[in-house]
């Protein structure tokens, strides 16, 4: 019988193994910061200032920023039920469901946990999809909820935006910092922009590599809740084809936030570009998709044999 999301015990291991990694990289860090600035306070105030806002904002901060709007049930009946229907299948509370005014096929969830989480979609996702197709996108979002992926990478990114911080506040300590100025002043202003961009460089790789495989799980996992892996490819293969005829110009402003979407706004990726990369490719999730289907003994996605 299906219900709820069944642990997934590689993406935890994945996690846990990340977050060690940019724990380890994070004491380092406030390590070298503290010696070369000579202020373990500033460091501690800047870090815990820039962590708190993005745990505890993220959900309006990420709506606002794609204009999202939390809309009721009133306006958006079909939408509303699909949730709700969904996330008593899953065993969570009903999350606020907002949608944002674009023809860009996509949809996102965020907030630091399933009480405080919001799914958006928009209103070029609405007009494209089977209700099926519609089921098996939000499923693959509450699936992000359900294991906690955005407080995550939230908590995992933070290392990589405080390292820019410094940057900056080193940058402008030292250029208008007068008296302060002495011959030590651009040894140490290497040092912190050296230590910060490799903070940077390395955090940035590690959250890459841990958001393409929590794609992947949260397709597996909405495929196994849904039952229907076929529904979910269908919408991949459309929503992909379909943001792939969307003007660049009008992706621009998308593709700041590609780690938040259902599939990133923008086309095929070659080469290296993979690794840079916060979702796997178009062919790995139909891949994927294809053994659950035949593994639950259904026909097989589209475009798939």
Known sequence: MRGRFETDRRLTVRMAVTLFLLGLLDVAFVAALIALLKS????????????????????????????????????YPVLHGVVDRLSALAGLPEPAVAVADTDLPNAFATGRSA??????????????LEPD??????????????????????????????AGLIVRF?????????????QNTAAVFAGVMGVSAAVYALSFLLIRALSRYRELAADRAAALLTGRPSALAAALTKVSGDIARIPTRDLRTAQAFNAFYFTPAFGAEPGIARVFS???????????????????GEAAPPGRS
């Open 40 to 75: 373990w306070v500033l460091v501690v105030v800047i870090a815990a200032a820039a962590l708190g806002a993005q745990y505890w904002f993220s959900d309006r901060i990420a709506l606002y920023a794609m204009r999202g709007r939390v809309v009721e049930r009133s306006e």
């Open 115 to 128: 009480d405080h989480a919001v799914v958006c979609v928009t209103t070029g996702l609405l007009r494209r």
């Open 133 to 162: 197709e519609l089921e098996g996108v939000l499923a693959h979002e509450l699936s992000h909820v359900a294991h906690k992926d955005v407080a995550v990478i939230t908590v995992a990114s933070f290392l990589g935006v405080i």
């Open 170 to 182: 080193a940058f402008y300590s030292q250029v208008f910092g007068g008296a302060r100025r002495d």
């Open 278 to 296: 916060t979702h796997p490719s178009l062919e790995q999730r139909l891949d994927q998709l294809a053994r659950i289907s035949a593994r639950l």
